[in-house]
């Protein structure tokens, strides 16, 4: 590995790089506990349920945990239109304000004239002087009485585009007031279910004894060492070097955004994954990569599902550190790359920050944010 790639990398990616294959999110790596050579005896009602009952534990948390990513997703979507809808309303709350001065003031000035017209029989002067848009000219030049019946019609037609441009202020308002509402009908409902489904593998997980929990982190574990295994035999690394002196560095360099990004993602490295969070404390997915892209000076979208759609697709075999990681086929889930087929990222709940292999989790595809 070259000098800037060991720079890049943290001495917790050093540690993590000693062990052959990469293991899976939230577990540290731990290797594979082995299989005894001999079936062991059937065990009694209270022990742990056999293999195949924790495999399909594991699958069924697999699904409700997914179901709850793609919630936060949604949730964080609908949050990011919220916050915009209301910047906007209170923009237009502005524009509204201005507005009813500038007509207050162009009221005020009507009003003066028709009581000047009203007292005097026509416009005096000074009536006229105050109508105008141009007092110079007024002064200097002739045919005074046109003048002031030109800057009344003037007067006359900017309190109507005034007027106009209020109810217009106050339509866009309403709209978006309703897209506002909208949107936080769209946040509670996806709340809703986010905490449902975290409910169910809760409780799920609450019935298991020690030692059934102890063995379904290791299926975990052997799942995901399975699965990074599958992936790097495909070869999808081996071309991905250095072409003047062959070393391997899966992509290339990272950029000096990439770097940066890096290291804002390995400092996050053991805060607690909380859906709809984006640090600094803890992180969902999506919030940890578009922070660390954000505290690289180069802003992503807030969502795995909008990074995946707005930001530009490179093959997987070019991929460098920096760029993302976007897994399944709804984009729910997202990881920062970081070097020799590893990914940082925000699991699920009840994990941490942790470093993971890139394969083990159905892969969508890689995006480059500072492409």
Known sequence: MGSGKRGM?????????????????????????????????????????????????????????????????AYNAAEEKTKEQSAEIVALAKRIDQGQQRLDGLKERAGAAARDQYRTGGLSDTTRF??????????????????????????????????KELRQYADDASARWKKLETHRKAKAAAKKKIEEQIDAAEKLQSR????????????????????????????????????????KTTGGKATTLGEKAVKYATAQLGKPYVWGAEGPDSFDCSGLTSQAWAAAGHAVPRTSQEQW????????????????????????????????????????????????GAGTMPILGVVRPDA
């Not at 050579?37 to 699958?59: D, F, M, Q, Y």
């Not at 141009?134 to 309190?159: H, I, K, N, Y």
């Not at 574990?221 to 495909?234: F, G, I, P, V």
């Open 208 to 247: 298991l004894e020690k030692k059934e929990k102890e063995r379904l982190a290791q299926l975990e574990r052997e799942a995901a060492d399975k699965a990074q295994t599958a992936w790097l035999n495909t070869g999808v690394l081996k071309n991905a070097g250095d072409r003047d002196t062959g070393e």
């Open 309 to 356: 759609r707005q930001l530009r697709h490179v093959d997987v075999k070019d991929m460098r550190p920096g760029d993302l990681v976007v897994y399944f086929d709804d984009a729910s889930h997202v990881a920062l790359y970081i070097g020799d087929g590893a990914i940082i990222h925000a699991p699920r709940p009840g994990r941490t920050v942790t470093i993971a």
């Open 130 to 163: 105050l109508l105008s848009d141009d007092p110079g000219r007024f002064l200097d030049g002739a045919g005074r009485v046109l003048q002031g019946q030109r800057a009344a019609t003037r007067l006359m037609s900017e309190m109507a585009r005034t007027q």
């Open 9 to 73: 990398l943290t001495a917790a990616l050093t540690v993590v790089c000693a062990v052959t294959v990469l293991a899976a999110p939230g577990t540290a790596f731990a290797a594979p506990v082995p299989t005894p050579a001999s079936p062991a005896p059937p065990a009694p009602a209270s022990t742990p349920a056999p293999n195949k009952g924790l495999e399909e534990i594991r699958e069924k948390l697999d699904r409700l945990y997914h179901d709850a990513e793609v919630a936060t997703d």
